[in-house]
């Protein structure tokens, strides 16, 4: 039996009914779990003798409401945690969806894994996902007053408002932006001219 099919079995006896999905791709576990279990999941993955997940690696938002151009069916946004087994030398994907589209909220995994205060705040601020219980839910990347989350596939490319400097009033003011939205994906990519060698 390879590692990988060690893990796979070890997760669905541990995890029994509490496991949503598991997949195996490219030598690679993602287990799906609701977000009304995930907490105590992840207090099992880190702790059990058989799985010890002791290092969360990343964690991020996702938006899947253009998923597939259009096709996509289920909820809206989900969180995704990259788990890292030291001791064990086994990786695994974690995916939970947020059971309300219009007000996303799952769980904090901070007193799980200290390192996820930041990556919630980053996904909080890009995605507008809630992390109950997070100690200090800020925006970390966009701008004081910055309204909206930038990394919703409805939020503009070009943005809502711009930044300029304004000599007369010395200080740094915010106004609507100011040029027309357009479309810059190229229809055409050519791969004339480039020169592979």
């Keep these: 039996m390879t590692r990988l099919e060690k893990l796979t079995e070890h997760l669905k006896t541990i995890l029994a009914d509490r496991l949503v999905a598991l997949h195996t791709h490219v030598g690679e576990v993602t287990i799906e779990v ?3 279990h995930m907490l105590p999941v992840c207090v099992t993955l880190r702790d059990h003798a058989d799985l010890k997940f002791e290092q969360l690696i990343d964690l991020c ?45 799952v769980a904090s995994v901070n007193e799980v894994w200290p390192a996820a205060n930041w990556f919630e705040r980053e996904a909080f601020d890009l995605f507008g996902l809630m992390f109950e219980n997070h100690p200090d ?14 990394f919703r596939k409805d939020f503009p490319m070009i943005g809502n408002v711009e930044m300029r ?9 915010y ?3 100011s040029i027309e939205e357009r479309n810059n994906v190229p229809r055409i990519i050519r791969n004339e001219g480039f020169h592979h060698g």
């Design 165 to 173: 400097y304004d000599p007369d009033q010395q200080r740094v003011i």
């Design 175 to 177: 106004q609507p932006v």
């Design 137 to 150: 839910l800020r925006r970390i990347l966009t701008d004081y007053g910055f309204v909206g989350h930038p």
């Design 34 to 36: 609701a977000a009304e």
């Design 61 to 105: 938002g996702v938006d899947y409401s253009h998923y597939g151009e259009g096709a996509w069916e289920g909820r809206r946004f989900a969180v995704v945690y990259h788990l890292l087994s030291v001791s064990l030398n086994q990786r695994l994907r974690l995916r939970v969806f947020a059971p309300d589209d219009d007000f996303p909220v």
